[in-house]
């Protein structure tokens, strides 16, 4: 079992930033990627950004990319998003996730076996 636990959200202005973590604890050592998703409401979870546990290799949605980096401390069992020049649409419940298997694209939102509880980002006008 994997457990994970996601901060760092809020109410921000368009322009502004925010740097989101996700703590995970138990078996961690079996993770192979983590992802950072979101969900807005009336849409599908989607990928935001992916970075393999031995932070060998990164992926970003289009969406996101030039704006958002991912990366992590593995000697805190921690993965951090930030997310720089937020914009409106990138209003959604973020969830960090992981998963063990190392087949598959990185993206596939039902790969992912481990999800935390999720953090509200929301971006003003």
């Known amino acids: 079992q994997v457990h994970l636990v996601e901060s760092g959200g809020g109410a921000v202005q368009a322009g502004a930033f925010l740097r989101l973590s996700c703590v995970a604890s138990?078996?961690?050592?079996?993770?192979?990627?983590m992802g950072w998703f979101r969900q807005a409401p009336g849409k599908e979870r989607e990928i935001v950004a992916a970075?393999?546990?031995?932070?060998?290799?990164?992926y970003y949605a289009d969406s996101v990319k030039g704006r958002f980096t991912i990366s992590r401390d593995s000697a805190k069992n921690t993965v951090y998003l930030q997310m720089n020049s937020l914009k409106p649409e990138d209003t959604a419940v973020y969830y960090c996730?992981?998963?063990?298997?190392?087949?598959?694209?990185?993206?596939?939102?039902?790969?992912?076996?481990?999800w935390g509880q999720g953090t509200q980002v929301t971006v003003s006008s």
């Open positions: 138990g078996r961690t050592f079996r993770s192979y990627v």
């Open positions: 996730a992981t998963r063990q298997e190392r087949t598959g694209h990185v993206g596939e939102v039902n790969s992912y076996n481990y």
């Open positions: 970075i393999l546990w031995n932070g060998e290799s990164t």
